[in-house]
């Protein structure tokens, strides 16, 4: 079925980021995944383009518009070459809610004009040792000393680690308080007894820097607080979590479409018992189910798309996106690799990358488990 989600200025808009990622990413992903991490310089470069900060105000350096389907673009592009090592997602798609529309006009002036350039990184840190999906279990804390908090904690797997400037810290202000004694504080490179641990090693997304971060005793001004007054995060977190589970979504089905592609290509050249894999019964029935469970999860996810930019996505919509599609990219990357034989488990083809990269989504943004527990609740039981 054609697909109508994109105008002209989308999709012009692929053809300079597809440009960009053929020159500056894809002959250099393969030493990033080695290094552990993507320079810095990526981030500038990408910044020139205007890769950043859509809904940025155009005063600050952005372009002003409230769009995600330019974000869905380069998400789309990026999940197409596998460059699972740029982190422009959790900046774009993530961060931007939070330095957009939670920031005072100091604030905005101080932080945005860096973030639509690629000069200042972002990453939000949520996940502690001790707490992933239950966030209200949180125990790092930020205690209010006249005009700055001082904040104690570790947090742990958070994206951008390394390269990040600014980071959302989710705090406990109040910890007598649960949920509504949670605040978001930005926390700055370079603020004292501010640490980074080690680039943590994964199993795949090898070239993404994942870190521990640590605070002991960092003095972070009341002026770096997201929202008027403590106490706010935990609605603040929830109202932005639907767009960070859609760009998952989006990310899972683009990735399940390329491996699909490939797999097809595959079953037509590879030659076994005298014939194409593909002529064989088994095969194309494979194919046949995989193809249309992608294509209906692509829909379902471009109808997300519309609703989030009209702002009528539901946290039970985005969490059915989030799982569904998320499930459906592990099956879909561990059938094809099947297909693709012993070649399948080498790590020359694209599939086996993939395989590798695609484990933690059902983890990140809230597990499988997780959605379907909020889907669930909604049915008032």
């Known amino acids: 079925m054609r697909r109508d989600l994109f105008d002209e200025e989308h999709l012009l808009f692929r053809e300079t980021v597809r440009e960009f990622l053929t020159r ?3 002959p250099h992903h393969a030493q990033w995944e080695k290094d552990g991490i993507v ?3 990526v981030w500038k470069k990408a910044g020139e383009l ?8 155009e005063e600050f350096g952005g372009a002003g518009i409230t769009d995600f389907r330019y974000n869905a673009v380069v998400l789309e592009e990026i999940t197409r070459i596998g460059a699972t090592g740029l982190g422009f997602s959790l900046h774009n798609d993530v961060m931007a809610p939070y330095f957009v529309d939670l920031t ?8 945005l004009p860096g973030f639509a350039s690629g000069e200042l990184i972002t990453a939000i840190a949520m996940t502690e040792p001790g707490a992933g999906s239950d966030l209200q279990g949180i125990r790092t ?4 000393e006249g005009d700055h908090y001082v904040v104690n904690g570790q947090k742990t797997f958070i994206t951008n680690g390394i390269n990040s400037d600014l980071v959302v810290v989710v705090a406990k202000t109040d910890p007598s308080a649960g949920a509504r004694g949670t605040t978001l504080l930005v926390v700055e490179r370079g603020m004292a007894g501010f640490s980074r641990g080690r680039n943590l090693e994964k199993i795949g997304m090898h070239a993404q820097d994942t870190a521990e971060l640590f605070f002991e005793n960092v003095h972070v001004p009341v002026a770096n607080r997201l929202g008027d007054e403590d106490g706010q995060g935990f609605v603040q977190l929830m109202h932005n979590l639907p767009q960070e589970r859609l760009s998952i979504a989006v990310g899972a089905v683009a990735a ?8 097809i290509e595959y079953c037509k050249s590879r030659k076994a018992f005298g014939k194409s894999i593909g002529q064989f019964q088994n095969t194309r029935f494979l194919l046949a189910e995989l193809a249309t469970e992608v ?12 609703a989030l930019n009209a702002g009528e996505l539901t946290a039970v919509d985005a969490a059915k996106a989030k799982w569904w599609t998320t499930e459906l990219q592990t099956k879909l990357i561990d059938r094809c690799l099947q297909l693709h034989g012993g070649y399948g488990y080498m790590l020359e083809y694209p599939v086996a990358k993939a395989w590798l990269d695609s484990r933690v989504q059902t983890i990140y943004g809230g597990t499988t488990e997780i959605m379907k527990e909020i889907i669930g609740r909604s049915f008032g039981f």
């Open 50 to 57: 205007g890769m950043f900060g859509f809904s940025v105000p």
């Open 24 to 26: 500056e990413v894809v």
């Open 256 to 263: 399940a479409e390329s491996v699909l592609e490939t797999t």
């Open 141 to 144: 804390t930020a205690l209010r």
């Open 104 to 111: 005072n006009e100091e604030q905005k002036q101080r932080w």
């Open 295 to 306: 294509e209906i999860a692509r829909h379902y996810v471009d109808k997300c798309i519309v």
């Open 39 to 41: 320079p810095r310089e």
